[in-house]
T-cell receptor
Framework: NAGVTQTPKFQVLKTGQSMTLQCAQD?????MSWYRQDPGMGLRLIHY???????DQGEVPNGYNVSRSTTEDFPLRLLSAAPSQTSVYFC???????????FGPGTRLLVL | QQQVKQSPQSLIVQKGGISIINCAYE??????FPWYQQFPGKGPALLIA?????SEKKEGRFTISFNKSAKQFSLHIMDSQPGDSATYFC????????????FGTGTKLQVIP
């Protein structure tokens, strides 16, 4: 099993550009989520999904969109990138509520 | 509002020593407290987790101590090794529908030989 995979590993954007961060898991997990990690702030939940077709907002959802058309994939879309979105983004999946979360390797995003 | 407060921000421990990281929470609905370990350039990985029905949980050199009345929990790393050098995050979640995990701000541990 590949576990949780994320692409790209690193991306540079200009302010106003849009992009999609990809996340896929092959563990048949129902729960998937996106976090951003910033220095001194830990991990903050952006959006999450409890199954295909079901998504909801986390702590810091503004400027991001998600969709979940399949169990395996959970892409994160930046609609109009801003310098404040410079961060490291992690996707995670788990079997269920309060079960172990498995994290991907992260995507480092720099918005100029 | 930081619902899980973690300290210290950084920690330097001699090889063989005990590393102690503390966390405090506010939400009394939290009932699941995992600790994650993160090496540079990698995603976090679950280290150990505890529920409030026990006061202590041990896995190898790693022990979680839990004080429900004080709303505090801590990670102890016994016989710390250079390979333990990483960033550690405490976290907490409440039951009911989804794993909305609240993370602490992290502790960067360096174990020196």
């Amino acid at each position: 099993n590949a576990g949780v995979t994320q692409t790209p590993k690193f991306q540079v954007l200009k302010t106003g550009q849009s992009m999609t961060l990809q996340c896929a898991q092959d563990m048949n997990h129902e729960y998937m989520s996106w976090y951003r990690q910033d220095p001194g702030m830990g991990l903050r939940l952006i959006h999450y999904s409890v199954g295909a077709g079901i998504t909801d907002q986390g702590e810091v959802p503004n400027g991001y969109n998600v969709s979940r058309s399949t169990t395996e994939d959970f892409p994160l879309r930046l609609l109009s990138a801003a310098p404040s979105q410079t961060s490291v983004y992690f996707c995670a999946s788990s079997y269920g509520d309060q079960e172990t979360q498995y994290f991907g390797p992260g995507t480092r995003l720099l918005v100029l | 509002q930081q619902q899980v407060k973690q300290s210290p921000q950084s920690l330097i421990v001699q090889k063989g020593g005990i590393s102690i990281i503390n966390c405090a929470y506010e939400n009394t609905a939290f009932d699941y407290f995992p600790w994650y370990q993160q090496f540079p350039g990698k995603g976090p990985a679950l280290l150990i987790a505890i529920r409030p029905d026990v006061s202590e949980k041990k896995e190898g050199r790693f022990t979680i101590s839990f004080n429900k009345s004080a709303k505090q929990f801590s990670l102890h790393i016994m016989d710390s090794q250079p390979g333990d050098s990483a960033t550690y995050f405490c976290a907490a979640s409440s039951p009911g529908g989804y794993q909305k995990v609240t993370f602490g701000t992290g502790t960067k541990l360096q174990v020196i030989p």
